[in-house]
């Protein structure tokens, strides 16, 4: 009963060193106040279009040309990548380092990242425990594809899809969000509320991947959040991320090659 009220008391810590470590934040909140409308539009409006074009490429529906499927989804996140960049620095007159609101070091974003991909990791053989292999997986095609896939395909999977467009590009993308998005109000419990709503998005995203998936996706940006908010360091976030793909796909392919 009492998690609530520690929960909402660590979320108010965090927003205090928050403003310690980048006191300038409040001329960025003037700004961001005044058009809330622009700022989720500049982001989220290229969000979509990034996702029709990876739809549009078959990452759901992949083939023979794998390899140049990945290469194509690859190019344009590295694209949305700039955009972004572009839109917190130039739009929201935001550097990227006040991502990073805490004070750290490489040595310990590095042990959190990889802490917070055990944790996910384990998280996610409770969560699928109970659920069958065929359950777990978008499709049976998608199975099919990754079975037939060359060392080539393997290497772009990876190396530059997973690390690129799974775990720099969302991990980036979650936290410019919430970043500017927690500047907009001063309340811990509704800073709380924007990781739940951003967590709701992340798990419609990988709807693709089936409604499991897409319901494990979301309680994983949960706890992403919740980490972000706490240690306010992006570059945990992305090592687990990129670790926590490696190791379900290293895991499918094993389980199915074997």
Same mark, same amino acid.
């Given at each position: ?123 996610? !053989?409770? @969560? ?5 292999? *065929?359950?777990? =997986?978008?499709?049976?095609? +998608?199975? $099919?594809?990754?079975? /037939? ?77 919740? !980490?972000? @908010? ?5 570059? *945990?976030?992305? =090592?687990?991320?990129?670790? +926590?793909? $490696?190791?379900?796909? /290293? ?8």
């Amino acid at each position: 009963m009492m998690a609530g009220p520690r929960l909402l008391k660590c979320l108010h810590r965090s927003r205090l060193s928050l403003h310690q470590h980048f006191p300038s934040m409040s001329i960025s909140e003037s700004k961001l106040n005044s058009q809330p409308h622009k700022l989720l539009g500049t982001f989220l409006g290229p969000g979509v279009v990034y996702l029709l074009m990876m739809h549009a490429t078959g990452i759901t529906h992949l083939s023979s040309h794998v390899a140049i499927q990945l290469g194509l989804i690859i190019s344009v996140a590295f694209l949305y990548i700039c955009w972004l960049y572009i839109t917190l620095t130039l739009i929201c007159k935001t550097p990227v380092s006040a991502l990073n609101f805490e004070i750290g070091n490489i040595g310990e974003d590095i042990a959190r990242g990889f802490v917070l991909a055990l944790a996910l990791s384990a998280f996610s !053989v409770l @969560f699928f425990h109970f659920v069958s292999i *065929p359950s777990f =997986l978008p499709s049976p095609s +998608y199975a $099919t594809s990754m079975l /037939g896939w060359n060392g080539l395909a393997i290497f772009i999977f990876v190396g530059p899809y997973l690390w690129i467009y799974g775990a720099i590009l969302e991990e980036f993308l979650r936290a410019s969000l919430l970043f500017l998005a927690w500047s907009m109000t001063t309340s811990a419990a509704t800073k709380l509320l924007i990781i739940l709503l951003g967590s709701l998005l992340f798990g419609m995203v990988h709807i693709y991947q089936g409604y499991l998936n897409a319901l494990e996706a979301g309680c994983e940006g949960v706890i992403y959040g919740l !980490v972000y @908010f706490r240690y306010g360091r992006i570059f *945990p976030l992305i =090592l687990a991320h990129g670790l +926590y793909d $490696t190791y379900i796909f /290293g895991e499918l392919m094993l389980r199915f090659r074997g």
